[in-house]
């Protein structure tokens, strides 16, 4: 089978329930890529992924997963996909061996050898009770049932929450070394935005509903600088768009600025003056559009 | 579709082969009404254990394996239904084969056979439809249509479970002897299961949360930021005073809550339903459904006992907030059955009785239950009340009901219970099996 140019594609992804509405989403994961799929709480993450894998009937919307339609051939794609998540709760099947007997049947790629390996470097005994483990071994455990069968995207839902450093960086590390040994794509959902900023290359930020930013890791981050200005705002309704205050001081303000929007060049014309103005990191942008009112997107 | 089959038989040889030997037995006894009561561990090995596997995660595990989902929900009515169905019929078989032997019976009873797998596969089938309706994770974002939706098939399918005893009372032994009324209940179940069969998709995350338009709130302007005010309407306060983990543990505590909520409901059914009956009251009916429900219920708080600990409220307290689940549900029970009893020519006594007698011991054997470690051991010594409702229930405990014992037993249950609540809630943190690890609520 031919490598799909995007491991996850998109198009007008709709799902709506009585008090929330996902999307219209449009998403566009390349292959090969680290995507960090951020969001504060509610955004609409966890719905997004389980509409990625199947795990519920969007209202509309078009879906291709490694290059198979969701719509008609949901279990092809499944074969091709890894999946993480602290919800994944494996303790029906009491040991950790018993688990995997019953997961490894489903995929015809299962790598035993692999998967011991990846017990050992994650310190779990393949006969421990899973019931006993603790929060952090039940995510390993779950992330080893994703790896084994070397999937090509692998889907991971908030894979370090509740981790040590330690932890947390093992997991980076298996993650990076899977990365590495193919063309394979990691779909990522986290809240560690310092991790992520280093071990993602693009990134997708959601809020509401709908997506806000999407690219390149750089290019997003890149785009947007905190800014210090004087700026007698009495008196303006101006609508401006891509300009994220953060504090405002009778004339002086400071705001995080997206210089591709027509916010600030609006603010200029209306007789904003720059005192200074530093790169941001991915957390600053999140915060600040996430702290705003629903209605700003800046995606283009 | 044969793996998850496999897997299955393979976690649960133990409840079956456990299952398979009391309908084998009660197939021996020769005695047909034993065979129907037998049918009883049909609702164990399917919905309920269905039930308990969805509670901890097992149908999300599945749902994120590559098999179509259609036939995973197909596998897992064949679990509920079929497997359980098959099974009693080889039980019974065997049993009645064992029973011509030893010259308990003269021949096979295939009529009797027949009729009970009809009504094991019409039983476990309409139990199954209404499962589809709960609302298993109490999802944040319910309204209260869905609520609604979720507390009547709740208790609907709590009085399902009691139901059996009162519907494997009335289905006749015999094909000749089933009447015309019996027929048209058949063919409704007969549609109720297929209903069921074809809404086993919606078990599974995803797949239960009903689509409808939304407000979408009008465009707001980008504007210099205003101090935010901490909001005080909904559950927001709740939110805010208790940390991490905080939505989760509210929505887990409403779930609990409307769990003891539909369970109520479910056993103050049980006189109303009785009331409507010509025949003198089934006293082993009323046990069944009281021991489902104190079941229930006590399940249903002390798998939560964690969130229960994290409220500012002391173990005693948290004790008494435990026994008064049941004691209530079983007081207004007894309060309806009182009630209803002067529009009736019943006896009251002894139902009265019973109900609280065995209200008081489902939830010691639940309390004694969680303290057991080994699973199959901790299953023998819940069912505790129901060995005691197929045995002495046939041989009169109507007769103990009114001696002086009882008294002096409820008071040994009472005491046992508070003493073995306050232990469980003590060594709580071993306890406690979350749902979802870590998250109890998924995040949207």
Redesign the interface.
């Known amino acids: 089978m031919k490598t799909p140019s995007a491991a996850i594609q998109v198009r007008g992804l709709t ?8 999307g219209p989403l449009d998403l566009t994961v390349p292959t090969g890529s680290i995507y960090a799929f951020i969001g504060p ?7 997004t992924i ?2 990625l ?5 969007p ?1 509309s919307g078009h879906r291709e997963v490694c290059g198979f339609n969701l719509d008609t051939s ?6 091709h ?1 890894g ?1 993480v998540s ?9 040991r950790i061996d ?1 688990a995997l007997r ?2 490894k ?3 015809p790629t299962w790598d035993d050898a692999y998967c011991n390996r990846l017990l050992a470097a994650f310190g779990l005994e393949s006969t421990a009770k899973i ?1 006993t483990l603790s ?1 952090g071994q ?1 995510i390993k455990l779950s992330l080893v049932t994703a790896l084994a069968h070397r999937p090509e995207l692998l889907i991971l839902d ?1 894979p370090t ?2 981790l040590d450093a330690v932890s947390k960086r093992q997991i980076f590390a298996e993650l990076l070394a899977a990365v590495r040994e193919g063309e394979r794509t990691v779909f990522l959902s986290s809240h560690g935005l310092t991790d992520l900023e280093r071990f993602a290359d693009h990134v997708g930020m959601i809020r509401g509903g709908k997506l806000l930013v999407e690219g390149p890791m750089d290019d997003v981050v890149g785009r947007f600088r905190m800014v210090d200005f004087d700026w007698d ?1 009495t008196g303006q ?1 101006a ?3 891509g ?4 504090q ?1 001081d009778s004339k002086r ?1 400071r705001a995080l600025v997206d210089h591709t929007a027509p ?1 600030w060049r609006r603010i200029q014309s209306l007789g904003g003056i720059e005192l200074a103005s530093n790169p941001v990191t991915l957390e600053e942008v999140f915060i600040a559009l996430a ?6 997107p800046t995606r283009r | 579709m044969n793996r998850i089959l496999t897997d299955y038989l393979r976690r649960w040889w133990g409840l079956i082969l456990l299952g398979g030997l009391a309908v084998t037995a009660t197939a021996v006894s020769g005695d047909p009404k034993t065979m129907r009561m037998g049918l009883i561990w049909a609702l164990f090995a399917g919905p309920l254990l269905l039930a308990m596997e969805h509670r901890r995660g097992y149908l999300r595990i599945l749902a994120t394996l590559p098999v179509d989902l259609s036939k995973t929900a197909r596998a897992m009515w064949g679990i509920s239904i079929v497997t359980p169905t098959l099974l009693t019929l080889a039980g019974e078989l065997l049993g009645s084969v064992i029973a011509v032997g030893f010259g308990n019976r003269a021949d096979v009873p295939w009529e009797v056979i027949l009729i009970n797998a009809l009504f094991v596969v019409l039983w476990l089938g309409s139990s199954f439809c209404i499962m589809t309706f709960l609302p298993w994770l109490g999802a944040p974002n319910e309204t209260v249509p869905t609520t609604v939706r979720g507390v009547v098939a709740g208790g609907l399918w709590g009085f399902w479970w009691g139901g059996y005893m009162i519907f494997a009372m009335k289905i006749a032994m015999r094909l000749d002897e089933i009447t015309t009324f019996s027929w048209w209940t058949v063919g409704a179940l007969l549609l109720v299961s297929v209903w069921g069969f074809s809404r086993a998709k919606t078990l599974f995350p995803g797949w239960n949360l009903p689509s409808s338009p939304v407000h979408r709130p009008s465009p707001v302007k980008t504007s210099p930021p205003a101090p935010s005010k901490p909001s005080t309407s909904g559950t927001g306060w709740l939110c805010s005073d208790f940390g991490a983990s905080q939505t989760g543990m509210v929505v887990s505590l409403v779930s609990t809550l409307r769990q003891g909520l539909m369970i109520t409901m479910m056993m103050l059914m049980i006189p109303v339903i009785f009331s409507f009956l010509q025949r003198p009251w089934e006293p082993i009916g009323i046990m069944g459904v009281l021991s489902f429900g104190g079941f229930g219920i006590t399940m249903g708080w002390i798998t939560s006992l964690r969130q229960w600990r994290m409220l500012p409220i002391s173990t005693d307290r948290l004790m008494f907030i435990g026994l008064a689940q049941v004691w209530i549900p079983t007081l207004l029970s007894t309060l309806a059955t009182l009630v209803l009893s002067a529009f009736t020519a019943h006896s009251i006594s002894t139902v009265g009785s019973l109900l609280f007698f065995f209200g008081v011991l489902t939830q010691s054997v639940v309390a004694i239950g969680m303290n057991v470690r080994n699973p199959m051991a901790r299953i023998m010594v819940m069912m505790v009340p129901f060995y005691m409702m197929m045995g002495l229930g046939r041989f009169g405990l109507s007769h103990l009901s009114q001696s002086a014992i009882l008294p002096y037993a409820l008071l040994l249950l009472f005491f046992g219970s508070a003493a073995l609540i306050r232990h469980t809630l003590k060594t709580s943190s071993q306890l406690y099996h979350p749902v979802m690890p870590g998250i109890p609520t998924p995040e949207r």
């Open positions: 799902k709506v329930f009585p008090s929330f509405q996902l709480n509610g955004a609409g993450k966890t719905t389980d509409l894998l199947s795990m519920g009937q209202t949901d279990a092809e794609a499944k074969r996909i999946y602290p919800e994944l709760n494996f303790a029906t099947w009491g018993r019953f997961i049947g489903f995929y019931a929060f039940k908030e929450v509740g705002a309704s609508d401006l768009e300009v994220f205050f953060q405002r303000c916010g702290e705003q009112p629903q209605s700003n």
